[in-house]
C-alpha cells in the first residue's frame, strides 16, 4: 500500500485549489486472531484494513474527513469526491488559532522485516503446550502500517511486525494466571519460560487462599502490574498542557517539591518502539525524550498545539501527549533473587481497575488481580483473595522503591479497538518495602 498510498497523496495535491494545503494520513493492518477457550481454537480469522484520513487547509482553517481505501484505481474517485466536499466546508471553518503543521520536508521510511512465523509452526506450539489446561485467550500477529504526506511534499511510511498472546490459565473460581508474551518475532524459548512460570503459579492458586488484613506490606510487583501503574501516568503525567494548567498528577515532581527514587529513569523511547517516528500533523519524532532522570522531572511531550498555545517547542507528541513507547530504565535485582529480596510480603503478578484517587498528590488506587500470593521467608506461602489498594507513586517509585529487576518485559499494547495499538512498554518488576491495601 505504500506505493498506492503516495500516489494517492500526489493525486490530492493535483486537486488543490490556490491556497489550500492538505495532511494525508494513512493507517492499515493485516491481522490474524486466533481466540481460544478450554485449550482449543474456537475462532480463527484475519482482519485487513486500510485508511486514509484527509485534512484540507487553507491559512488557519482546516477541516478532514476519513475513508476506507481498498488499493485500487477506484480509491481515486472516492478521494476526489472526499476533497470537494471537504471544500465546500473549509469556508465556513473556524480559524485555529493553535493549527501548526510541518512545513520542513523531512521523509522517512522504515520497514521492519517480517519475521512472523506462519499459523501452521506458532499454533501447534501453543496448543500444544496449554494442552490439559483450561487456556483462554486470543492471538493476533501481522504487520501495521502507518503513512503521512502533505502538499510540501513530505513522504514518510513505518511498517511494523508484531505478535502477542493475552491470556489466562483457568483454575476455578475466580482464579487465574495471567499468560502474556509480545514479541517481533516468535521465540520458543522465551515463550515456554513464561508457560513454565504461569504453570508453577497456578499449583500455587490452588493452595488454601490466604486472608490478610488491610495495611502496609512488602510487595513485588511484577512487570505487567508497574505496566498498569505507569500507565496512569500516561494521562497527563508527561503532557505539557496538563503541566501549565496544572492538572498534572506529577505536578510536585515538576515543581521539585518531591522526588523519586534515583533509580528511577524513564524515557519515550521511540527508537526502539513499534510506533511511527512520525506525528499527524507530519512532525517527526525524537528517537528518544527523557522524562524522569535520577528521580527528577526532565521533560514533557509538547504537541505542535500545546506549542503554540504555551510558546514551547513541540518534539513529536499527538494531541493527547501520552507516551507510545514508555521505557523504564533497569535496575540490578536478578530474577532469581526476587523472593529472597522480597522477604515476607505481597507477589503481586498483575493490578486493574486503577484511578486516581488524589490526583494532585499521584495517589492511585486499584485492586490486586489473578495471581497474588504471600510470600513467608522467600517462599510463596499461598495466593491471597483480591484486595484493594490506595497509595502514591511518590512512595512506590520514590521513598519505598527497594530494587528494580535487572530483566525487563517488553510489552505491546493489547488494544485493538479500532485498529491494533502500536504503543508499548519496556519496563522492569520493583521490590516496594510498603504498599498500602485498604481492604
Same mark, same amino acid.
Given at each position: 500500500?505504500?506505493?498506492?498510498?503516495?500516489?494517492?497523496?500526489?493525486?490530492?495535491?493535483?486537486?488543490?485549489?490556490?491556497?489550500?494545503?492538505?495532511?494525508?494520513?494513512?493507517?492499515?493492518?493485516?491481522?490474524?486472531?486466533?481466540?481460544?477457550?478450554?485449550?482449543?481454537?474456537?475462532?480463527?480469522?484475519?482482519?485487513?484494513?486500510?485508511?486514509?484520513?484527509?485534512?484540507? *487547509?487553507?491559512?488557519?482553517?482546516?477541516?478532514?474527513?476519513?475513508?476506507?481505501?481498498?488499493?485500487?484505481?477506484?480509491?481515486?474517485?472516492?478521494?476526489?469526491?472526499?476533497?470537494?466536499?471537504?471544500?465546500?466546508?473549509?469556508?465556513?471553518?473556524?480559524?485555529?488559532?493553535?493549527?501548526?503543521?510541518?512545513?520542513?520536508?523531512?521523509?522517512?521510511?522504515?520497514?521492519?522485516?517480517?519475521?512472523?512465523?506462519?499459523?501452521?509452526?506458532?499454533?501447534?506450539?501453543?496448543?500444544?503446550?496449554?494442552?490439559?489446561?483450561? *487456556?483462554?485467550?486470543?492471538?493476533?500477529?501481522?504487520?501495521?502500517?502507518?503513512?503521512?504526506?502533505?502538499?510540501?511534499?513530505?513522504?514518510?511510511?513505518?511498517?511494523?511486525?508484531?505478535?502477542?498472546?493475552?491470556?489466562?490459565?483457568?483454575?476455578?473460581?475466580?482464579?487465574?494466571?495471567?499468560?502474556?508474551?509480545?514479541?517481533?518475532?516468535?521465540?520458543?524459548?522465551?515463550?515456554?519460560?513464561?508457560?513454565?512460570?504461569?504453570?508453577?503459579?497456578?499449583?500455587?492458586?490452588?493452595?488454601?487462599?490466604?486472608?490478610?488484613?488491610?495495611?502496609?506490606?512488602?510487595?513485588?510487583?511484577?512487570?505487567?502490574?508497574?505496566?498498569?501503574?505507569?500507565?496512569?501516568?500516561?494521562?497527563?503525567?508527561?503532557?505539557?498542557?496538563?503541566?501549565?494548567?496544572?492538572?498534572?498528577?506529577?505536578?510536585?515532581?515538576?515543581?521539585?517539591?518531591?522526588?523519586?527514587?534515583?533509580?528511577?529513569?524513564?524515557?519515550?523511547?521511540?527508537?526502539?518502539? *513499534?510506533?511511527?517516528?512520525?506525528?499527524?500533523?507530519?512532525?517527526?519524532?525524537?528517537?528518544?525524550?527523557?522524562?524522569?532522570?535520577?528521580?527528577?522531572?526532565?521533560?514533557?511531550?509538547?504537541?505542535?498545539?500545546?506549542?503554540?498555545?504555551?510558546?514551547?517547542?513541540?518534539?513529536?507528541?499527538?494531541?493527547?501527549?501520552?507516551?507510545?513507547?514508555?521505557?523504564?530504565?533497569?535496575?540490578?535485582?536478578?530474577?532469581?533473587?526476587?523472593?529472597?529480596?522480597?522477604?515476607?510480603?505481597?507477589?503481586?503478578?498483575?493490578?486493574?481497575?486503577?484511578?486516581?484517587?488524589?490526583?494532585?498528590?499521584?495517589?492511585?488506587?486499584?485492586?490486586?488481580?489473578?495471581?497474588?500470593?504471600?510470600?513467608?521467608?522467600?517462599?510463596?506461602?499461598?495466593?491471597?483473595?483480591?484486595?484493594? *489498594?490506595?497509595?502514591?507513586?511518590?512512595?512506590?517509585?520514590?521513598?519505598?522503591?527497594?530494587?528494580?529487576?535487572?530483566?525487563?518485559?517488553?510489552?505491546?499494547?493489547?488494544?485493538?479497538?479500532?485498529?491494533?495499538?502500536?504503543?508499548?512498554?519496556?519496563?522492569?518488576?520493583?521490590?516496594?518495602?510498603?504498599?498500602?491495601?485498604?481492604?
Amino acid at each position: 500500500m505504500r506505493e498506492h498510498f503516495f500516489q494517492l497523496a500526489g493525486a490530492i495535491g493535483r486537486m488543490l485549489a490556490r491556497g489550500e494545503g492538505f495532511l494525508a494520513r494513512y493507517s492499515g493492518e493485516r491481522s490474524r486472531f486466533v481466540r481460544f477457550n478450554r485449550a482449543a481454537i474456537r475462532q480463527s480469522g484475519t482482519v485487513e484494513q486500510h485508511y486514509l484520513a484527509i485534512e484540507l *487547509f487553507r491559512g488557519r482553517r482546516h477541516v478532514s474527513g476519513r475513508l476506507a481505501v481498498t488499493g485500487t484505481d477506484a480509491d481515486r474517485q472516492r478521494v476526489q469526491s472526499v476533497v470537494e466536499n471537504l471544500r465546500e466546508t473549509l469556508s465556513s471553518a473556524p480559524e485555529d488559532p493553535l493549527f501548526l503543521i510541518n512545513e520542513t520536508i523531512l521523509s522517512t521510511t522504515r520497514r521492519d522485516p517480517g519475521d512472523l512465523p506462519p499459523d501452521s509452526l506458532v499454533l501447534p506450539v501453543i496448543l500444544d503446550a496449554v494442552a490439559g489446561l483450561d *487456556f483462554v485467550g486470543f492471538y493476533a500477529a501481522g504487520p501495521i502500517w502507518h503513512g503521512f504526506a502533505n502538499g510540501f511534499g513530505q513522504r514518510n511510511w513505518s511498517a511494523v511486525h508484531s505478535l502477542l498472546l493475552d491470556g489466562c490459565l483457568y483454575l476455578h473460581g475466580d482464579k487465574a494466571v495471567k499468560l502474556f508474551y509480545g514479541a517481533s518475532r516468535w521465540d520458543s524459548d522465551a515463550f515456554a519460560a513464561k508457560l513454565a512460570t504461569a504453570k508453577v503459579q497456578l499449583q500455587h492458586l490452588d493452595r488454601p487462599a490466604k486472608q490478610i488484613a488491610p495495611g502496609e506490606y512488602r510487595a513485588f510487583l511484577a512487570p505487567a502490574a508497574m505496566e498498569e501503574l505507569l500507565g496512569m501516568l500516561g494521562w497527563g503525567g508527561f503532557s505539557l498542557a496538563a503541566h501549565r494548567t496544572g492538572t498534572t498528577p506529577l505536578i510536585r515532581l515538576a515543581r521539585g517539591e518531591t522526588s523519586l527514587n534515583p533509580m528511577v529513569a524513564l524515557i519515550e523511547n521511540t527508537k526502539d518502539g *513499534f510506533a511511527p517516528a512520525f506525528q499527524d500533523e507530519g512532525f517527526i519524532r525524537p528517537d528518544q525524550v527523557p522524562l524522569i532522570c535520577d528521580g527528577q522531572y526532565r521533560n514533557c511531550l509538547t504537541s505542535p498545539r500545546s506549542a503554540i498555545e504555551f510558546h514551547a517547542v513541540q518534539n513529536g507528541a499527538n494531541g493527547d501527549e501520552s507516551p507510545v513507547a514508555l521505557e523504564m530504565a533497569a535496575g540490578g535485582l536478578a530474577q532469581t533473587d526476587i523472593l529472597a529480596t522480597l522477604g515476607t510480603g505481597l507477589l503481586i503478578g498483575n493490578l486493574w481497575y486503577l484511578n486516581y484517587s488524589d490526583r494532585n498528590a499521584c495517589r492511585l488506587t486499584g485492586m490486586t488481580r489473578f495471581a497474588t500470593f504471600w510470600v513467608e521467608s522467600g517462599e510463596i506461602a499461598g495466593p491471597v483473595n483480591v484486595m484493594r *489498594f490506595d497509595d502514591s507513586l511518590y512512595r512506590i517509585l520514590g521513598s519505598n522503591l527497594v530494587a528494580l529487576t535487572a530483566e525487563r518485559e517488553w510489552r505491546p499494547s493489547t488494544s485493538t479497538y479500532d485498529c491494533r495499538s502500536t504503543s508499548s512498554m519496556h519496563i522492569p518488576g520493583a521490590v516496594i518495602d510498603s504498599l498500602r491495601l485498604t481492604l
